[in-house]
């Protein structure tokens, strides 16, 4: 949607997105999100979801008693193309960005180079980055003088000085921003320092990178990420440790120190082959796919997180519908 947006905003075109209800409030994987009883909680959650999925577009928020919705068939993600006549030219009771496109192009042209769509990666800016010139990993190091030893022997520092890429994603200004302006004050406030983040923000960083193995739209609602968990909160970026992906802890320590409850249910049972050290915790559960609370096997976990990031590429949690409205002359 956002890519079609670009290529047609200025051709006559006005896009909306409408915040209508939340169909599924409470269920599934959008068990943080209750329905809402005000105007006030709809703009937050409308506020939550352009900041989360770096959506551009416009939105316009429903009454409380679903006047909008009501109008336009009812429907949770409907999208609508109406003429400047006033006229309803298509409709489609799930919006549909190709099929949208379509349209457009009959209504109004093609575009010549058309904008291609972001896939799973943020669209949005990568969390608060300070503006201002890269200074180099030198300098860096310069004052930071205790991370060099673990930064000229990282794993990481191999990954982030590839030059294949892009120049903004190396060295330490690729997870922390540009040192100019932290060069010049020595501010924390100048500069991205992950401890001011919260788990959100932590995980949207890391992600920027990560995108291919970890879509951040599927990463913001699995029940780690919905109970403040961040990607530092069980890898070291800096450090290469002794245990598997740059984990804290060695992999069953590292999951006991929050499911404590496990830990406990699996002493009790000496049998349970994680006790004997022949099997891991991820070898049955999986700790970045979307699924409920409690135990998430990782084959139904990788069908749900199929389904929920597609729910979420559209929808992001809360749910809306959208249309498309040619502007009148």
């Known amino acids: 949607m956002e890519a079609i947006y670009k290529d047609y905003r200025d051709k006559g075109v006005t896009f909306f997105y409408i915040y209508t209800r939340e169909p599924h409030a409470g269920q599934r994987q959008f068990v943080d999100y209750k329905q809402t ?8 959650y409308v506020k939550q979801c352009r900041e989360e999925l770096g959506i551009t577009i416009p939105f316009l928020v429903d009454d409380m008693k679903g006047t909008v919705q009501r109008a336009y068939g009812n429907c949770p993600n409907s999208g609508w193309v109406i003429g400047k006549d006033g006229k309803v030219v298509a409709k489609r009771a799930w919006a549909n960005p190709e099929a949208l496109r379509a349209d ?21 800016p990568r969390g608060p980055v300070p503006q201002g010139k890269r200074v180099g990993t030198e300098l860096c190091l ?36 540009p040192g100019e302006a932290h060069v010049k004050s020595y501010k924390a406030a100048d500069i991205i320092v992950y401890k001011r983040l919260d788990e959100r923000g932590k995980a949207r960083m890391c992600l920027s990178c990560h995108r291919d193995k970890h879509p951040p739209r599927q990463w913001m609602l699995t029940p780690h990420a919905q109970t403040e968990k961040s990607c530092v ?14 984990m804290h802890k060695a992999e069953v320590d590292l999951c006991r ?4 409850n ?4 699996q002493q009790a049972s000496a049998k ?19 699924g409920t609370t409690g135990a998430t096997p990782t084959g139904q976990a990788a069908h749900r997180g199929g389904i929920a990031l597609a729910a979420l590429l559209l929808c992001g949690g809360a749910l809306f519908a959208g249309f498309a409205r040619q502007r009148r002359p």
């Open 104 to 124: 457009l192009v009959k209504l109004v042209g093609p575009v010549e180079n058309p904008t291609q769509p972001a896939g799973p990666q943020p669209s949005g």
């Open 262 to 265: 496990f830990g406990t249910a």
């Open 37 to 44: 009883k005000s105007i006030e909680e709809r703009l937050a």
């Open 257 to 260: 120190s929050c499911h404590t």
């Open 142 to 177: 310069a004052c930071h003088k205790n991370m060099k030893q673990d930064w000229d022997k990282s794993s990481h520092t191999r990954a982030v000085e590839d030059p294949k890429l892009p120049e903004a994603d190396r060295g330490c200004e690729g997870c922390h921003g």
């Open 233 to 246: 909160s069980c890898h070291d970026a800096h450090n290469d440790t002794d245990h598997t992906n740059r």
């Open 272 to 290: 349970h082959p994680v006790m004997k050290d022949d099997a891991k915790c991820t070898d049955c559960h999986s700790p970045h796919a979307v």
